[in-house]
């Protein structure tokens, strides 16, 4: 029985897919009939499984009908992700294995002319039997197959779209893309085309990213988002747009607890700003930032950080010989360490996690480090963009961020670096090497900071047992960032000969 068709474009099913919603700007709009298209793998069962569940949830008549896979199969998928399909009413409209009889084998008819006709009976009676409110039908390869022909194809699909708006059913059909030229007979029917992309990395996992084709009537997320198949079903990581989340006012100074660092600095570092720590390896840069957290906690600010090369373990363990103390703060939830897996991780699904902390209440985040960051995710064309987007969203929401970048060398100015983000940090912190008198000392200056004026000095700079120490400034030299200075005549007679004699 038909029934009226519902003319309200704001009128929004959820998908049951995290993000999804978000990229469709709102939902799915009601009683349409919606195109899923990917290659095989990409996700398009998962997702239409998801969206059944998130029907049945509500209360809805759900019919999923399955053209090829069995519905021991389905069962399997969904028990894989830890799901129950109770409540979904599953249709097999699938070839019985009498077909392979010879006796059974069409001599007069071509098979499309006989097997069309009865699938799409079949079809029909079992939503006039159900009548849902959500259908999903997979897949149309088979279809296009048994229509034989595009215009025969297309005029089945129109029907079909027909059929199922006069029925208030909103229907996802599911494309593998298998069957040639039929993607954009039925992309020109549908109201929406989500398409579902999947790519191989030269190492580490699969890329997927999804992208809405098109959308009638709404003004959806453009582009391409990232999205992962976990267990539990597909998660869609929105592409971060900064410019969505704007905030103005004034910003309070953060202290790093170091009272010579935050003269240095000038005051301290500004919340809503990023901060650079560049140097070469084991200058302490790791060990600052560390610093940076513990000073935070200590003035009741959470915190989070983000490690891609050393181990959570290894930093708490350095911390503590550093005499700050973070396990306390990770146990309280004060302080969240994510250590990230190379290869595994998509610029999306990172910068969502960035944003879930920063949700969570997180006011200081910190990414060690941008080499680690540059090498977890090689072959991506635009990561800087990705780094300059998310650190303009950091800077909105008042957020104080800590980059760490290694510098390849050790002594003088040689020294080059994989990633340039010095033009994208407002403040840049050097530390360096530099040797005198037989031993190999470390030095720290400001080169560069946005939110205030700062000092030009280059101070000393030391760790051991006590913590980190900011010393006195090294007016007795000349030309530390060489990495082997000399000696200012005016302090020559105070500090002795610098060539050993």
């Known amino acids: ?275 650079l720590l560049a140097g070469p390896p084991g200058t302490g840069k790791s060990s600052l930032a560390a610093q940076l957290v513990a000073a935070a906690i200590q003035q009741n600010r959470h915190a989070a950080m983000f490690l891609f090369e050393e181990s959570a373990n290894n930093l708490l363990n350095r911390a503590k010989g550093l005499g700050m103390d973070l396990h306390g703060p990770l146990a309280s939830g004060q302080l969240s360490i994510q250590q990230i897996d190379p290869a595994e991780l998509s610029p999306g699904e990172f910068a969502h996690a960035v944003c879930r902390a920063v949700d969570r209440g997180a006011k200081v985040i910190v990414l060690d480090s941008l080499n680690g960051y540059l090498n977890a995710m090689p072959d991506e064309r635009f990561l800087t963009t990705h780094l300059h987007e998310l650190l303009t969203y950091l800077g909105q929401h008042g957020i104080v961020t800590i980059l760490v970048g290694v510098q390849q060398g050790m002594l003088g100015s040689s020294m080059t670096t994989s990633v340039d983000a010095s033009y994208m940090a407002d403040n840049v912190l050097m530390l360096r090497y530099f040797e005198t008198a037989g031993e190999v000392q470390q030095a720290i200056s400001v080169f560069k900071k946005r939110g205030s004026r700062h000092e030009r000095t280059i101070r000393k700079f030391s760790m051991s047992s006590n913590g980190i120490e900011v010393g006195p400034v090294l007016r007795q030299f000349h030309g530390i960032l060489t990495g082997v200075p000399t000696m200012a005549k005016e302090f020559s007679g105070e500090y002795g000969s610098t060539d050993g004699k």
């Open 1 to 275: 029985m038909a029934t009226e068709q519902n003319n309200v474009t704001s009128s929004f099913l959820s998908t049951g897919i995290p993000g999804l919603d978000n990229v469709l700007s709102g939902g799915l709009t009601r009683d349409r009939l919606y195109l899923i298209e990917g290659e095989p793998g990409s996700g398009k069962t998962t997702m239409a499984l998801q969206f059944l569940i998130e029907g049945a949830n509500q209360g809805e008549p759900v019919l999923y009908v399955t053209l090829s896979e069995t519905e021991v199969e389905l069962r399997a998928v969904a028990a894989s992700h830890g799901w129950s399909l109770n409540g979904i009413c599953i249709h097999e409209v699938i070839p019985t294995e009498d077909i392979l009889d010879p006796k059974e084998q069409y001599t007069l008819f071509h098979p499309s002319e006989v097997e069309l006709g009865s699938t799409t009976q079949d079809i029909l009676a079992a939503v006039e039997k159900l009548k849902p409110s959500r259908v999903v039908l997979d897949s149309l390869s088979e279809l296009q197959l048994l229509a034989g022909n595009s215009l025969r194809y297309r005029r089945q699909v129109l029907a079909f779209k027909q059929f199922f708006a006069s029925r208030a059913c909103t229907v996802m059909l599911l494309d593998d893309r298998i069957a040639v030229g039929g993607d954009l007979q039925v992309r020109s029917i549908a109201h929406a085309v989500i398409a579902l992309d999947q790519s191989t990395q030269d190492y580490g996992a699969e890329r997927r990213r999804v992208r809405i084709a098109k959308y009638r009537g709404v003004a959806y997320r453009g582009g391409l988002h990232d999205y992962a198949i976990k267990h539990g079903g597909l998660v869609v990581y929105p592409r971060l747009v900064a410019s969505e989340s704007r905030m103005f006012g004034e910003h309070e100074v953060f202290s790093s607890g170091l009272e010579a660092l935050d003269a240095l600095l000038g005051g301290g570092i500004e919340a809503g700003t990023s901060t």
